[in-house]
């Protein structure tokens, strides 16, 4: 469990799914439907049974107690109002893993992405003593690639029709980030400093004549 606080002040919390947050979370997502669609995962191959929210559950928690993957929802104010993932968890020479997420259009711009993946990402670095965080995003998801900019993501170049997104094989870029580029800071450090930025830039005055 994580908590946090975005730069605009909004308190957030991490935690992992429970088999209690069916009717939440499946209404978050069908609510969100044609906001989430266009980025959401889909199979390459045709499935013969819908999974349920509880195989999902279950799923989630055999690969957390392997320490393949961190599953967490996002929450504020009590209310789940998305999720992050840490996967591909690989220790060894390789110390790496990859993050993905999604947030309800309700809040989206509120700093939650941001914040939630600075936390994971800490985390990911410090308790797992992690080496390399990597993120895949389409080309189209602006939204997305201005919160691996913010927190500065290197930007690792095109990989051609890499996941199947949406009902069909689609480009991503791959983003990394590794504990040499944090020059000894955290991602939150890195955050934070970006947000007072804004904030400064937003708030000089213009020339006068």
């Known amino acids: 469990m994580l908590t946090g606080t975005t730069p605009q002040g909004v308190p957030i919390l991490l935690r992992p799914l429970r088999s209690e947050d069916s009717a939440e979370y499946q209404s978050v997502r069908a609510v969100n439907r044609h906001w989430l669609g266009p980025w959401d995962a889909t199979s390459p191959v045709p499935v013969t049974s819908a999974r349920t929210f509880d195989d999902l559950v279950e799923l989630f928690q055999e690969d957390a107690l392997a320490g393949r993957m961190i599953p967490l929802v996002i929450e504020t104010d009590g209310r789940l109002v998305g999720q ?57 998801n602006a939204a997305s690639l201005a919160v691996v900019r913010k927190l500065g993501f290197r930007d690792e170049g095109l990989r051609r029709r890499m996941l199947h997104i949406d009902g069909d094989w689609r480009d991503h870029r791959s983003f990394a980030l590794t504990t040499e580029d944090l020059e000894g800071c955290t991602v939150m450090d890195r955050l934070t400093h970006t947000s007072q930025q804004s904030r400064a830039r937003h708030t000089e005055k213009g020339p006068t004549d």
């Open 84 to 140: 992050i993932n840490v996967s591909n968890i690989v220790l060894g020479s390789f110390r790496s893993c990859s993050v993905g997420y999604w947030v309800a259009q309700s809040v989206a711009g509120k700093g939650i992405i941001p914040t939630a993946l600075a936390l994971v990402a800490d985390h990911a670095f410090g308790e797992l003593a992690l080496h390399r965080i990597e993120i895949n995003i389409r080309p189209e």
